[in-house]
């Protein structure tokens, strides 16, 4: 019998549930709406958005209905006042942690701090903290190669902010390193705590004997699932997948322990469906003869 183990903890955190909710609740009072950028990054959500009647489309300018929503990864602050110019209405789904870290970096900037934004340039969240800031008031760092190409002495002071899916360890050499190159570099706490909390049990999850393979389940542009695909397949070998149908039987072969995970955007159906059918395939007898059948 193979043994299937859940992580601690796994899957949707408050900012998703609010996000979802607040799209639902908009769509029950038969309003028309258009969400920018994907409500939670996970395919099957936006799936699910697009048949309650609420659009996702990826610019400002292809927002058409009378309403806007806000997807939980946030925007640039310009773009309240863009939507108000375009007559639009605006539903705010940004998760809270995001707007904590628009505020607190505004207020850093007041203060003539040089920011640092440790995520990726092309990640929604990121984009939103960056799109209105002068290109010499700021840098996106992904990895050490690119911190040693800054010059981080010449800044009188410096504030360290993380995208908030970051699994922070990944990272502990570039802001030890811009931290060297300038006392007055600071670095803020801004990974949310269901990330923090996803990760740790995903560790925890991945260091168990019993368990041999891992499936990590989330959206296709989940930061935080690939986050979490990379603590795990760090330990065990692990898979991304996005639902059921991803797996392949032959991963399956000689496995006793499987784990599994999820990212903060995947619901729990997804989850007990991936745990369904891995219940059912593995009570079958996973011969390589039998696997194409
Ligand atoms: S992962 Fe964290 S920051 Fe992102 S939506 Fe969830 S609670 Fe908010």
Redesign the pocket.
Known sequence: MVKILRARKYGF????RT?ILKAKRFASENKEGTILGQI?HNEKVVEEMEQLGLSTVESLSDVKKPYVIFS??GVPPSFYKRAKEKDLKVVDAT????LDIHKESAKALSEGKHLVFIGDPNHR?VIGYTHDLKKEQFHIIENIEQAKKVQWEKYPSITIFYQ??LNSDEFEDVVLYIMNKNPNAKKTDTI????KENQNAAKELAQNEEVEIIFVIGGKKSA?TRHLFEICNSFKKSYLIQGKEDIKKEWLIGVKGIGLTAG??TPDTIVDDVENYLRKITSEQLHPDLLHK
């Open positions: 955190c408050s900012g998703v996000a939670v939980a990864h998760c809270k942690f995001v969240e908030t899916t949310c705590y269901a990330t935080n903060a955007s």
